[in-house]
């Protein structure tokens, strides 16, 4: 009876407190809340979460273009015709619901409750969650917003996320959980590599709903070159560049590859115990330089927020199509294919990741962004990427998100990962894919990716 009575008393006091709050009208509230910094800040705490709870990069991509499709489908109900919405232009995505007719929201408030909805749906740790929007919405509170337009505003947030949850629930994600890749044991075909051995990641990705693809195998690269140890071979000479890069690595080469390393789950061996460092994944990574970009360029929170759910739909797709190409092609990794043939003792620089090596999806992902971003943002747009200092990877400059697309692709080779042709085709396999990605949602036609371009040893 004393908690009830605890409780109610809370409830009214609570109510009193917000009714004393003096209100703004819908001009003043809405202006303060549709500031772009509260939008960084709930993408920044969804990359927290994904880092924390450690999510593979394919599923990663997954969380972040759900999330960010929600709060842009949201936001956008208040935006002009130049941000329409996706349903109808998304495989299978249906009408959204609107707000109510006549009645007063803070869509930008409803938003930021979509994203972390979705956010807090698809991740684990509910706990973190808790922590950040206890602090995050009192920001809200306080801007004198009416009581019965914040419930309703929160109430329309969720019922968004909601629609879209929905949505993510037929992508046919679930059934691919718990398969394995079945070893072909055939010469140049992969196999699990140290220092760990773990099995293949996502070996049925390809069957996950594409947001915008036709079908996974639609930007399907050219073979790569057949694994033959001749030294004639145009395979022995990819494995030998690997190799002769790698024992005489230069600092500005281990700089390049340690700062595109992207590894979530980083494993450290010391005799017989074991460690790991959680890290952000490759999609993160390129978020976090739409978030940089977005605050370099002062972008209001509607163009920021397209930018945050275009990027994160070709980061997606791209990691779609990639895998279709990984597990098709089921090529060996260079550590691989060096200890068998060239030096037992060999390791490359980074960690080898858990899946076949044709075509690089680092390379693929980030090209698909850098095509979209470029979009957004601007052509030859320079900005300074600090996004993993935290975890001691460095800062570089780029003057443009091509040019730091096409560093992501020479760092694989540096970092000893991946094959020259498997970097290669995986930029221009992306480029395709973020080309079509604005032609599906945007109806423009960028230019078609150069094939004739290869990546050179050193910095561009």
Known sequence: MNRKLTFFSFLLVALFAWGCKKTATPDQYN??????????????????????????????????????????????????KQYPSLAGKLNNFPDVPKPEAGKEYCLPLASVKALCTVGRTLTFSADRWDTFEKDFYKKYEEMGIPEEVYARSVAYGEQVAKHVLDYAGKDNYKQTRGFRHTLAHKPGSWEPTPPTYVEACEPRWNTVRSFTLDSASQFMPPPPAAFDMNTKSAFYQLAKEVYDINVNMTEEQKSIAYFWDDNAFVSHISGHATFAEKKMTPPGHWVAITRTVARNQKADMMKSMEAYSLASIALYDAFITCWDAKYKTDRIRPVTVIQK??????????????????????????????RVLTHIFGDN??????????????????????????????SRVYGGIHFRDGVEQGTYQGEKVGNWVLNKLKGVKPKEPEMVRTVKNESK
């Open 31 to 80: 202006r303060l809340a549709s500031d772009p910094e509260l939008l960084h800040k709930c993408s920044e705490q969804l990359t927290d979460v994904i880092v924390y709870d450690i999510f593979k990069p394919p599923v990663a991509s997954r969380i972040y273009a759900y999330a960010y499709l929600a709060s842009y489908e949201t936001l956008r109900q208040q935006a002009t």
């Open 381 to 410: 747009v320079a900005f300074t990427d600090s996004t993993e200092h935290r975890y001691g990877h460095g800062v570089r400059s780029f003057k443009s998100f091509e040019h730091a697309d096409w560093d992501t692709t020479i």
């Open 341 to 370: 043939s060239f030096d037992p003792k060999w390791m490359p620089f980074l960690e080898t990741p858990a899946f076949p090596e044709y075509v690089s999806g680092h390379s693929s992902i980030s090209a698909a962004a850098g």
